[in-house]
């Protein structure tokens, strides 16, 4: 049994909300300002949703609290009609990560990477032979499974760590940069892949400094900044919004200001 | 079930990750290996030059009689002295000694001179005859006077030379005595004998002689007084170690500690790369995860110190130093392997969390280490500490489980002589994992 299939199958029914976010405050000790101030985000099951914002507008503080990594000062997060904040345990069945670092263990394989990770999400025997040989093919690994990831290339790096973020085929897959330093081969392929995930129904929560590829990848977005957001939408919705922009780009410097943000 | 199958699966991750580490497979396996074998043969020639390791020494005794026979059974009875008398079956002359003790083969080589027993005896005989105004005796050119040569290795420390000097000259003033008081029970009833018929003239009757009261000679052996040695420091050590007993030991203690390095950078590593919180964000305990460490930590030391008993039971004792011996309770030895092995797991726990990066981590990690195996009495034997290094060598870890592997090793020990060395240890252990727990928590209240 597939570590998501425990959940009742109504929450993940088509229309339903994957994520709901509601009110979301994170106040760092000693931080003069939140990092977070009432974020309020809804996402749907089977949905890629963005997540924009400059450096510092309050992406990775809210990935790490919807992935259960991070408490929040208040609010609530409901993942899969669960709240995540009261049983993050339950949660994390249900969650997959792809952080912006190559989070894998250098000195391994990708297959040894995808079996130790499917081992500690519960996968044994044939179930996790099938879902590692699966997760291989899916990067486009599957002939260079038994290298060491550390002789692989960015891509393949970048690639890998797609894989272990979906070794436990989750509901929810928490996307933090997965296209950062690579090649235009390498980022195409990711991206034909999530809509590959997309399409066989996960939810994708995906933040990113490449305007094209969101305006490519996501079907609803959002722009942060200073820990809410600002702007909400299509891709579509949002360039035509008064005056008018000629891209995402446009609109996202229109927002957030052309001031460096170090 | 599935808890245990997730630590088995950190187990086997870790294993493979430390068996691919050729930096770590080096700081963990060779460089004790290499330690132990260094500093095991470096102190045990200190040892032998200071005269508390077994000395050789050769015997040159071209005299082959009593006195030659003498020196050689009370240097024996001393217990500490390996007398060697020839080389392959050669008898040495002393230009080959000379030579030996120069390459370090022997510390020292005493050489009787012939006829040295023939000169004792008559000078004996003439001190004797002197000291009861008696006639002086006619002697020949060969009862002059012999001396006994010592030769030194030159680093040879003074104290012991002193030592060595002077438990000869014990043993020769012993002799001379001996030899005196031969003469003096021959000669002075025929003395006193003389000297009464010359003072009583014919009123003494002829049978006087032969009722003189006989001395017994060996009354010079008697002791009247005794030099009882007792140490004022509760460092002392009544029975001291060997070389290998000191250093084996020592230096695996060294080499378990120094695991804390690369399991600190191995958890650096997972913080910086993230695969901690991807590790957080799965369906399993980080208790259960850190468990798995602990215990792939714990193999690869045991294995460690397997090596390191290895080469003090087999390896050193090839190289001329004496067998690891390790007491009668291997229980004991093995519960303080244990203890030490978590206590410098629990440290590096603590190091791997606290420091920030990895440059930190290896830095403060092996000079922390460092000082504390000097305060352990690692590189030093802590009874040999000044008096305030003593008090504070008390507090280090190492100190610990060097102590307790000595009290089974070389005191006779047991596990209940070193239960408080072991509680110490598990308490560390218990100390760091839960300050590094704190940490991490605190860490993570503000994001990692």
Same mark, same amino acid.
């Given at each position: 049994?597939?570590?998501?299939?425990?959940?009742?199958?109504?929450?993940?029914?088509?229309?339903?909300?994957?994520?709901?976010?509601?009110?979301?405050?994170?106040?760092?000790?000693?931080?003069?300002?939140? +990092? @977070?101030?009432?974020?309020?985000?809804?996402?749907?099951?089977?949905?890629?949703?963005?997540?924009?914002?400059?450096?510092?507008?309050?992406?990775?503080?809210?990935?790490?609290?919807?992935?259960?990594?991070?408490?929040?000062?208040?609010?609530?997060?409901?993942?899969?009609?669960?709240?995540?904040?009261?049983?993050?345990?339950?949660?994390?069945?249900?969650?997959?990560?792809?952080?912006?670092?190559?989070?894998?263990?250098?000195?391994?394989?990708?297959?040894?990477?995808?079996?130790?990770?499917?081992?500690?999400?519960?996968?044994?025997?044939?179930?996790?032979?099938?879902?590692?040989?699966?997760?291989?093919?899916?990067?486009?690994?599957?002939?260079?499974?038994?290298?060491?990831?550390?002789?692989?290339?960015?891509?393949?790096?970048?690639?890998?760590?797609?894989?272990?973020?979906?070794?436990?085929?989750?509901?929810?897959?928490?996307?933090?940069?997965?296209?950062?330093?690579?090649?235009?081969?390498?980022?195409?392929?990711?991206?034909?892949?999530?809509?590959?995930?997309?399409?066989?129904?996960?939810?994708?929560?995906?933040?990113?400094?490449?305007? =094209?590829?969101?305006?490519?990848?996501?079907?609803?977005?959002?722009?942060?900044?200073?820990?809410?957001?600002?702007?909400?939408?299509?891709?579509?919705?949002?360039?035509?919004?008064?005056?008018?922009?000629?891209?995402?780009?446009?609109?996202?410097?229109?927002? !957030?200001?052309?001031?460096?943000? =170090? | 079930?599935?808890?245990?199958?997730?630590?088995?699966?950190?187990?086997?991750?870790?294993?493979?990750?430390?068996?691919?580490?050729?930096?770590?497979?080096?700081?963990?396996?060779?460089?004790?290996?290499?330690?132990? @074998?260094?500093?095991?043969?470096?102190?045990?020639?200190?040892?032998?030059?200071?005269?508390?390791?077994?000395?050789?020494?050769?015997?040159? =005794?071209?005299?082959?009689?009593?006195?030659?026979?003498?020196?050689?059974?009370?240097?024996?009875?001393?217990?500490?002295?390996?007398?060697?008398?020839?080389?392959?079956?050669?008898?040495?002359?002393?230009?080959?000694?000379?030579?030996?003790?120069?390459?370090?083969?022997?510390?020292?080589?005493?050489?009787?001179?012939?006829?040295?027993?023939?000169?004792?005896?008559?000078?004996?005989?003439?001190?004797?005859?002197?000291?009861?105004?008696?006639?002086?005796?006619?002697?020949?050119?060969?009862?002059?006077?012999?001396?006994?040569?010592?030769?030194?290795?030159?680093?040879?420390?003074?104290?012991?030379?002193?030592?060595?000097?002077?438990?000869?000259?014990?043993?020769?003033?012993?002799?001379?005595?001996?030899?005196?008081?031969?003469?003096?029970?021959?000669?002075?009833?025929?003395?006193?004998?003389?000297?009464?018929?010359?003072?009583?003239?014919?009123?003494?009757?002829?049978?006087?002689?032969?009722?003189?009261?006989?001395?017994?000679?060996?009354?010079?052996?008697?002791?009247?007084?005794?030099?009882?040695?007792?140490?004022?420091?509760?460092?002392?050590?009544?029975?001291?170690?060997?070389?290998?007993?000191?250093?084996?030991?020592?230096?695996?203690?060294?080499?378990?500690?120094?695991?804390?390095?690369?399991?600190?950078?191995?958890?650096?590593?997972?913080?910086?790369?993230?695969?901690?919180?991807?590790?957080?964000?799965?369906?399993?305990?980080?208790?259960?995860?850190?468990?798995?460490?602990?215990?792939?930590?714990?193999?690869?030391?045991?294995?460690?110190?397997?090596?390191?008993?290895?080469?003090?039971?087999?390896?050193? %004792?090839?190289?001329? #130093? %004496?067998?690891?011996?390790?007491?009668?309770?291997?229980?004991?030895?093995?519960?303080?392997?244990?203890?030490?092995?978590?206590?410098?797991?629990?440290?590096?726990?603590?190091?791997?969390?606290?420091?920030?990066?990895?440059?930190?981590?290896?830095?403060?990690? %092996?000079?922390?280490?460092?000082?504390?195996?000097?305060?352990?009495?690692?590189?030093?034997?802590?009874?040999?500490?000044?008096?305030?290094?003593? +008090?504070?060598?008390?507090?280090?870890?190492?100190?610990?489980?060097?102590? +307790?592997?000595?009290?089974?090793?070389?005191?006779?020990?047991?596990?209940? #002589?070193?239960?408080?060395?072991?509680?110490?240890?598990?308490?560390?252990?218990?100390? !760091?994992?839960?300050?590094?727990?704190?940490?991490?928590?605190?860490?993570?209240?503000?994001?990692?």
């Amino acid at each position: 049994m597939k570590p998501s299939d425990s959940v009742n199958k109504n929450t993940a029914a088509a229309g339903e909300k994957a994520l709901v976010v509601q009110d979301l405050v994170k106040i760092y000790k000693d931080a003069s300002s939140p +990092a @977070l101030s009432g974020l309020n985000i809804a996402v749907h099951t089977g949905e890629i949703f963005g997540l924009l914002g400059p450096n510092g507008a309050g992406k990775t503080t809210a990935i790490s609290i919807l992935s259960t990594l991070l408490r929040p000062t208040r609010g609530s997060v409901c993942i899969c009609g669960i709240d995540a904040l009261k049983h993050p345990g339950r949660v994390k069945g249900l969650i997959g990560l792809v952080p912006q670092n190559i989070a894998l263990y250098s000195g391994l394989t990708a297959r040894e990477n995808l079996r130790y990770f499917g081992k500690i999400c519960g996968l044994k025997g044939d179930a996790l032979d099938d879902r590692v040989q699966a997760c291989l093919e899916l990067a486009g690994l599957g002939n260079k499974a038994d290298q060491r990831v550390s002789t692989y290339s960015g891509g393949m790096k970048r690639r890998a760590n797609l894989a272990v973020g979906i070794i436990n085929n989750p509901r929810l897959l928490f996307l933090d940069e997965p296209t950062v330093g690579i090649d235009a081969q390498s980022r195409n392929m990711i991206l034909e892949k999530l809509s590959l995930l997309k399409d066989n129904g996960t939810t994708l929560i995906y933040t990113t400094h490449y305007m =094209d590829e969101a305006e490519q990848l996501c079907e609803r977005i959002a722009i942060m900044d200073e820990g809410r957001i600002i702007a909400e939408g299509t891709p579509k919705t949002l360039i035509d919004r008064p005056p008018g922009h000629s891209s995402l780009g446009g609109l996202f410097l229109a927002l !957030t200001g052309k001031d460096l943000r =170090d | 079930m599935n808890r245990m199958y997730k630590t088995a699966a950190t187990i086997l991750k870790e294993l493979l990750l430390l068996s691919r580490d050729r930096t770590g497979l080096l700081v963990l396996f060779v460089m004790p290996a290499l330690l132990v @074998l260094v500093m095991t043969l470096v102190q045990e020639n200190v040892l032998k030059t200071m005269g508390e390791s077994n000395t050789r020494l050769l015997l040159i =005794d071209n005299d082959r009689q009593q006195v030659g026979q003498t020196i050689e059974k009370k240097l024996l009875e001393s217990g500490a002295i390996e007398i060697i008398k020839s080389i392959n079956g050669k008898d040495v002359d002393e230009k080959k000694a000379l030579e030996r003790i120069l390459k370090g083969d022997f510390q020292l080589c005493v050489i009787i001179p012939e006829g040295t027993t023939k000169a004792v005896k008559t000078r004996a005989r003439q001190v004797v005859r002197e000291s009861l105004a008696m006639p002086e005796m006619p002697t020949e050119g060969s009862d002059r006077e012999r001396d006994i040569t010592v030769y030194f290795d030159p680093t040879v420390f003074g104290g012991f030379r002193s030592a060595v000097l002077s438990s000869l000259e014990l043993v020769i003033v012993g002799i001379e005595l001996n030899e005196k008081m031969n003469v003096l029970s021959e000669l002075l009833p025929e003395h006193i004998n003389g000297t009464i018929r010359k003072a009583m003239g014919p009123m003494l009757p002829e049978s006087f002689v032969s009722d003189m009261p006989g001395m017994r000679l060996d009354f010079g052996r008697d002791r009247l007084l005794r030099v009882a040695e007792r140490s004022a420091s509760k460092f002392y050590l009544e029975k001291k170690p060997t070389s290998v007993q000191q250093n084996v030991p020592a230096w695996a203690l060294f080499g378990i500690f120094f695991i804390a390095v690369p399991m600190a950078g191995a958890l650096i590593k997972e913080r910086h790369d993230e695969t901690l919180a991807r590790l957080l964000t799965l369906p399993v305990s980080f208790l259960s995860v850190m468990i798995g460490k602990i215990i792939a930590y714990v193999l690869v030391c045991l294995t460690q110190l397997g090596l390191i008993v290895f080469i003090g039971k087999v390896v050193l %004792p090839l190289l001329g #130093t %004496p067998v690891l011996e390790m007491g009668s309770d291997p229980t004991a030895v093995i519960v303080i392997a244990l203890s030490a092995i978590l206590a410098a797991t629990g440290f590096g726990i603590l190091l791997g969390t606290a420091a920030g990066t990895y440059e930190q981590a290896s830095m403060v990690g %092996p000079i922390s280490i460092v000082i504390a195996a000097a305060l352990g009495g690692i590189m030093v034997p802590v009874y040999a500490m000044p008096k305030i290094m003593q +008090a504070i060598s008390v507090y280090s870890p190492l100190a610990w489980g060097h102590d +307790a592997f000595l009290e089974i090793f070389v005191r006779g020990g047991s596990i209940r #002589t070193v239960s408080g060395d072991i509680i110490a240890l598990l308490s560390f252990f218990v100390a !760091t994992v839960l300050i590094a727990w704190m940490w991490f928590f605190l860490r993570r209240r503000d994001g990692l």
